[in-house]
């Protein structure tokens, strides 16, 4: 087995760092997707609910009574967040996946035997 030249070990290690964020960036956006899709859904059943019904909702270990407008600011504000970080998440995505494959082209060309 031929040794693998430093800079292309170094190479190696940029990879697994890239490869590492990216595992980390699809976990939050899988998380974000969720609570997005628990912030339309409720938002979704509120709408559906008449003026004048009561409403809780939790904050930390509490549940609190609130009014439909008041809920509904909340859960638009929320989704709207959600989106925001979700599309931020995505081009993070995004990029993490353009570095990772120029690497990786890199690291092909780096170790591909050169004709002597």
């Known amino acids: ?12 290690g940029q990879l697994e760092g890239y ?11 899988q ?10 859904k409720a938002l979704e059943e509120i ?3 008449e003026e004048g019904t009561v409403i809780y909702k939790t904050v ?9 407008a008041k809920a509904l600011e909340e ?7 959600l989106e925001v970080r979700l599309n931020a998440l995505e081009r993070q995505e995004k990029k993490l996946n ?3 494959k120029e690497l990786t082209q890199k690291i092909q060309t780096a170790l591909r035997p050169t004709a002597g």
């Not at 087995?1 to 190696?12: F, G, H, R, S």
């Not at 998380?31 to 339309?40: F, I």
């Open 98 to 100: 353009e570095k990772l």
């Open 19 to 29: 490869q590492q964020q990216l595992q980390l960036v699809i976990q939050q956006k």
């Open 1 to 12: 087995m031929q040794n693998i030249p430093p800079q292309v070990q170094a190479m190696l």
């Open 60 to 68: 930390g270990t509490l549940i609190v009574k609130t009014d439909k």
């Open 31 to 40: 998380k974000v997707q969720l609570e997005l899709t628990e912030a339309k």
């Open 47 to 49: 709408e559906k609910v």
């Open 75 to 81: 859960l638009k504000e929320k989704v709207e967040t």
